[in-house]
């Protein structure tokens, strides 16, 4: 019964050492007794104490402890919401921290002394040059195994080599193959060292040699190949990054230069470890991270100009966020920096050995190491996108429009991948598990990556859609503006179905994919979204009730769609309203004028649409000749046009059928009608109008026929000779003349007006 009793109160008299003095309870003589505890107690004395206690005080010793641990779990709780205290707690660490850096100072070059005694200490003067020696020797083998297999390989790479293209693919696959022969001889080297190191080196050796090489030797040439393939400082022909010779140079050796530093920051550290210098002592980690730190910032802001070349890349087509991060990326650079010089100070002032120890492995430097280079990671998927993708497919500004489009998504998605992989690799940096944390370890941080993952997915599932649009539309042929739709003539041919249909489903598709992938996303974060559907479905009957003519012009615009009324591009008469499909929504379409003006008209109101530009085009042309013209002789000219016009490379392509004569169409005043027609693709009707006009006119003279000239002729009786008349005359028969004249314009306008009021 009294056991666990009897194990906590030992645990919390071990804690609480000179404990309070207890009043003990005689019982029946109602007198008390003071006991007084031990500092020294072991737990057989706890015991036998314990023993010799009633079940009051032991009680009483208990609720006293909860109490206390109770008020002090309170007084943390209360310090943790309270975001002042909690940011005063963190700077008085850091301040406490920075402190202890400062007094140390006169203890780095002593405590570096003490762990270089220590060092010559565990193997003797002779064994420390002995170590020495071998590092060097093994070191010497590896380098002189890794020349020879760049030595054997040295003939085909050279081949290999001059045979490449100088194009992008040429210079891709040159770095490519160097990366991998360089890498290939650093693999030899590391095989060779690590051979002759497990054989002439014991494992406590091996604990000193092994950081000194991978920090100073293996990573800074890892990363010496790595910046060669990127930046190819002294092939400029074969650079894949959009930067000039003197900044590759400067940021190759700088590059090399800070991996050393790193390097050199980590093996000290672990051998302050090693040789019995913790960091407490010397603070020696923060003066060494401090000057990585600077060093970026030196190197971004001299290389300022060199990086913002690098990021802005080549592409022809990129976007104003494309410069102003290219412009921005020093900057960026220097403030990850910083704001990870802060982080690392901030969790050293932790003292929490789980996050020394991430600290020591470098999990700051992968951190800032993939910060960095995201933005880098950017102009590589632009390069990759521009060179990847396939050419344009079709003419004109839809298919244009839809290539960058298509591009467009491509990044965008390219980006998503991107972003994703530098969370992965930081979350494996510090340990974090992002699948068991999403899976429910944690409930607050599992709401928010599900929160990431659900945005994550709606948005490359939206640019999936834009991309499956644009590539269909790319393929859409769109015909460039004709010469009649330049000279304000209208009536062009028109898109194509897909061409006018898929925007709006486009649209559609998105939006429907935002609303629910945001309610999802919403639900993920433990938001009730019973209320927003509910919301959304009273705002929704609101709206079919209030609106109804919003209702009636959509449901219009779907029928039209579907009949496939018309298309962007086409020429339409819109109860009187001509102009131009411009531009639809679910709404309404837009029609541009020849002239200019943009009439909008809601679906709801269209009774009726005459669509000019649909398959094909008739045009009946007419010409008024003298009656002594032979018919005949007419036709046989247009027929000589026509066959003439159909082989013209010029005007060949816009005809159907071939301009012919129609015969004799009516007799005027003044002359026979002889009507003439064609059949020519939309747009294409009046500038092949304007050419016969022109040939017909030049074979007419050529032929010896003139076009009827509208005549006025008085007619006096008795006058036989008309160079005898008097003033008076004159003026009789030139107002007999004008008036006569009025009256057959007025006729011919009355005619001309009824016949355009009824089609031909």
């Not at 913790?278 to 980690?285: F, L, N, P, S």
């Not at 005898?724 to 001309?752: R, T, V, Y």
């Amino acid at each position: 019964m009294f056991q666990p009793l009897r194990l906590l109160l030992a645990i919390l008299s071990v804690i609480c050492l000179s404990g309070p003095v207890l009043a003990q309870d005689s019982g029946s003589t109602g007198s008390s007794t003071t006991i007084s505890i031990p500092d020294d107690l072991t737990p057989e004395q706890v015991d036998d104490l314990v023993a010799r206690m009633s079940d009051d005080q032991v009680r009483a010793i208990l609720l006293e402890r909860l109490d206390a641990v109770a008020e002090q779990k309170a007084a943390e709780a209360e310090d943790r919401e309270d975001p002042i205290k909690e940011i005063g707690a963190i700077w008085a660490a850091m301040v406490t921290s920075w402190t202890q850096v400062v007094v140390t100072v006169p203890n780095i070059f002593s405590a570096q002394a003490h762990a270089a005694k220590n060092f010559i200490g565990t193997f003797g003067s002779s064994g420390a040059l002995t170590l020495m020696g071998l590092i060097l020797s093994v070191l010497i083998a590896g380098y002189i195994a890794e020349k020879l297999f760049y030595l054997l390989t040295n003939r085909w790479h050279s081949q290999a080599s001059a045979t490449e293209e100088s194009d992008l693919w040429g210079a891709v696959r040159f770095l490519f193959r160097r990366f991998c022969r360089e890498i290939a001889g650093l693999v030899v080297f590391y095989v060779v060292i690590r051979a002759l190191g497990r054989g002439l080196l014991t494992p406590e050796q091996l604990t000193y040699a092994a950081p000194f090489v991978l920090y100073l030797i293996w990573v800074p040439r890892l990363g010496a190949a790595a910046s060669r393939f990127i930046l190819a400082p002294n092939q400029p022909q074969y650079r894949l990054v959009n930067i000039d010779d003197h900044w590759a140079k400067y940021l190759h050796r700088n590059l090399i230069g800070l991996l050393i530093l790193i390097g050199l920051t980590l093996f000290i550290i672990h051998f302050n470890e090693l040789n019995g210098i913790t960091g407490r002592e010397t603070r020696i980690g923060f003066w060494l991270n401090g000057a990585i730190h600077i060093y970026i910032g030196v190197i971004a802001w001299k290389a300022r100009e060199g990086l913002s070349q690098m990021m802005l890349g080549t592409d022809p087509d990129h976007t104003k966020f494309d410069e102003e991060v290219a412009h921005y990326y020093p900057y960026f650079a220097i403030g990850v920096s910083a704001v990870i010089w802060l982080l690392v100070e901030f969790l050293a002032a932790q003292r929490d050995p789980m996050l020394r120890a991430l600290l020591l492995q470098g999990a700051h430097f992968t951190t800032m190491f993939w910060l960095l280079i995201a933005p880098a990671l950017d102009t590589l998927i632009r390069g990759l996108v521009r060179h990847l993708q396939p050419p344009m497919q079709g003419e004109g500004p839809v298919a244009e429009k839809a290539y960058k489009s298509t591009k467009r998504s491509y990044i965008r998605i390219g980006r998503v991948l991107a972003g994703i992989l530098v969370i992965l690799m930081i979350a494996n940096a510090w340990d974090l598990d992002l699948r068991e944390i999403a899976g429910g370890g944690d409930e607050s941080g599992s709401k928010v990556i599900q929160f990431f993952i659900i945005i994550a997915v709606g948005y490359i599932l939206n640019e999936l859609v834009s991309l499956w649009v644009n590539r269909r539309l790319a393929k859409e042929q769109a015909a460039d503006q004709s010469p009649d739709e330049e000279a304000g003539e209208g009536g062009g041919s028109g898109g194509s179905r897909l061409a006018t249909v898929l925007p709006l489903l486009r649209v559609t598709a998105q939006v429907a994919i935002a609303v629910i992938f945001v309610l999802l996303a919403l639900g993920a974060l433990g938001i009730n979204i019973t209320p927003l559907l509910a919301g959304a479905g009273v705002l929704g009957l609101a709206i079919g009730f209030g609106a109804q003519k919003l209702v009636a012009d959509i449901v219009g615009g779907i029928f039209f769609l579907v009949d496939d009324a018309f298309r962007v591009g086409e020429y339409v008469d819109v109860g009187g309203t001509t102009g131009t499909v411009e531009k639809i929504s679910i709404r309404s379409m837009q029609l541009r004028h020849h002239r200019g003006p943009v009439h909008t008209i809601p679906y709801g109101e269209i009774q009726k649409l005459t669509n000019y530009s649909r398959d094909w085009v008739i045009m009946k042309l007419k010409f008024t000749v003298p009656f002594d013209t032979d018919p005949n002789k007419v036709k046989k000219i247009f027929k000589k046009i026509g066959a003439e016009m159909m082989e013209d490379e010029t005007h060949k392509d816009g005809f159907l059928q071939p301009f012919k004569s129609q015969g004799v169409f009516d007799f005027d005043d003044v002359g026979m009608i002889i009507r003439g027609k064609f059949m020519a693709k939309p747009g294409k009707q009046f500038t092949l109008r304007k050419e016969i006009f022109n040939r017909v006119k030049a074979a007419f003279k050529e032929n010896g026929i003139d076009f009827a000239r509208r005549e006025v002729r008085v007619a006096i009786p008795g006058l036989d000779d008309v160079d005898n008349l008097n003033e008076e005359q004159k003026a009789a028969i030139g107002a007999a003349a004008g008036e006569a004249a009025n009256q057959q314009a007025e006729q011919q306008g009355q005619k001309s007006g009824s016949e355009h009021g009824a089609p031909k």
